[in-house]
């Protein structure tokens, strides 16, 4: 059964940040105090590259996480390995999180890239063997270690959008137990042409693309 490990959301603003700190209080607050974690500050150097995290905030209880940076912001839920039946409302979580972060940074910022992104686990025994039958004409069953990488371009709204998808063979512990399986990481992300994304349109482009990370989708990746 498919483990979902974190679903993100990163939005990258069209010029860097001075002061990355003045939005954690703005989007704490209007997520709810959704990160009621002691915060982290960082003292980053002005010159050190701009998507370091120079501020990070999280929930006490590890569900939300956010990383704050002079070039992008990202929001992020961690899946915590819950099982695949679990995704309707984990979906149902994020997207209302979204609305409510999304607004806030819009608020204060103007985006030019985003990056939807989401991180999957599926046990299997024989992980190196099944990558090999699918994907490959050589018998690659007894390898240590397989890495897939493929990249899809789609249009919407004007966007054009990467859709790349990562396989690899790893060895993991969730929840405690260590096994063999296959990591799989999706990331759906525009080209920048340093026009500003709609609202609107960012919402509805990750609206439309999160069913394209449900299990059944990500298991045919594998079998």
């Not at 137990?177 to 999706?186: D, K, P, Q, S, T």
Request: charged share 25%.
């Amino acid at each position: 059964m498919e483990k979902i490990l974190k679903l993100q959301l990163a939005l990258f603003f069209d010029t860097p940040q001075a002061r990355p700190d003045n939005l954690m209080n703005p989007v704490n607050i209007e997520m709810g105090n959704l990160f009621n974690a002691m915060p982290q500050i960082l003292p980053i150097p002005l010159d050190a590259p701009h998507d370091i995290p120079r501020v990070q905030l999280r929930s006490e209880d590890k569900r939300y996480n956010c990383n704050i940076s002079a070039s992008r912001i990202d929001f992020i839920l961690n899946g915590m390995s819950e099982d695949e039946v679990k995704w309707p409302d984990i979906t149902k979580d994020f997207l209302a999180k979204v609305k409510l972060f999304t607004q806030s940074v819009y608020n204060k910022s103007k985006i030019v890239r985003f990056g939807l992104i989401g991180n999957f686990f599926i046990p299997d025994k024989q992980s190196s063997a099944s990558l090999s039958k699918k994907y490959l004409k050589i018998d690659l069953s007894l390898a240590e270690e397989i890495n897939i990488r493929f990249n899809k371009r789609t249009n919407f709204q004007g966007l054009n959008l990467n859709n790349i998808t990562s396989i690899n063979t790893v060895f993991v512990e969730t929840n405690g137990v260590a096994e063999n399986g296959v990591f799989i990481e999706l990331d759906i992300n525009n080209i920048p042409k340093n026009e500003i994304i709609k609202h609107k349109i960012l919402l509805q482009i990750v609206q439309n693309e999160l069913p394209n990370f449900s299990p059944h989708k990500v298991k045919e990746l594998v079998k």
